[in-house]
């Protein structure tokens, strides 16, 4: 099984501010495998990022995927109010599908 | 546009199976895989397996030996059975269309439904 390290737990910004997430598996994913999700209480999560670095449609372009191999990142250039959730990555390469364990985006 | 929507018992007693239906709207459930999530409350999502619209299925081995995966074309519905369940199966249950080739990813969510396991 496939295990995503997600860093840091709870990432503290202010609306504006650039946003970092870091994802790490324990093993080499391909990009195609890496998608990135959103969601907010009480709801769905929500597709962001696809392939690693394709924003899905609908997705604003604040939001930007990158990395390769074990270490992803999703970057979101200036953090909008709407913005403050959690983000989850997943990697579907065999099975089972994992996710990781979440970093909470909160206002500072 | 695709819309899935689960249903179900909201309760379930310990050591009784719990059983869910994902109704697939607007589109049709041919021709892609399914899947099942579940998230326990303040945490995180944890995947339970996939059933393809021709009812070849992949569990996580996590629950291999309780969950059953079926799709039924004619209602445009898949389903998910779980048996043995415990409290640890407390949790909200996700259905999602899980989308392959040549990128991987689950592009449609259900609202989810919330399934409790107690007496």
């Known amino acids: 099984e496939i295990v995503l390290t997600q860093s840091p737990g709870t990432l503290s910004l202010s609306p504006g501010e650039r946003a970092t997430l870091s994802c790490r598996a324990s093993?080499?994913?391909?990009?195609?495998?890496l998608a990135w999700y959103q969601q907010k209480p009480g709801q769905a999560p929500r597709l962001l990022i696809y392939g690693a670095s394709s924003r899905a449609t609908g997705i604003p372009d604040r939001f930007s995927g990158s990395g390769s191999g074990t270490d992803f990142t999703l970057t979101i250039s200036r953090l909008e109010p709407e913005d403050f959730a959690v983000y989850y990555c997943?990697?579907?390469?065999?099975?089972?599908?994992?996710f990781g364990q979440g970093t909470k985006l909160e206002i500072k | 546009q695709v819309q899935l929507q689960e249903s179900g018992p909201g309760l379930v007693k310990p050591s009784e199976t719990l059983s869910l239906t994902c109704t697939v709207s607007?589109?049709?459930?041919?021709?892609?895989?399914w899947s099942w999530i579940r998230q326990p409350a303040g945490k995180g999502l944890e995947w339970l397996g996939r059933v393809y619209s021709s009812g070849s299925t992949s569990y996580n081995p996590s629950l291999k030996s309780r969950v059953t995966m079926s799709v039924d074309t004619s209602k445009n519905q898949f389903s998910l059975k779980l048996n043995s369940v415990t409290a640890a199966d407390t949790a909200v249950y996700y259905c999602a269309r899980d989308s392959r080739y040549p990128y991987y990813y689950m592009d449609v969510w259900g609202k989810g439904t919330t399934v409790t396991v107690s007496s």
């Open positions: 997943q990697q579907c390469v065999g099975s089972p599908y994992t």
């Open positions: 607007g589109g049709s459930i041919s021709s892609y895989y």
């Open positions: 093993q080499s994913v391909s990009s195609s495998y």
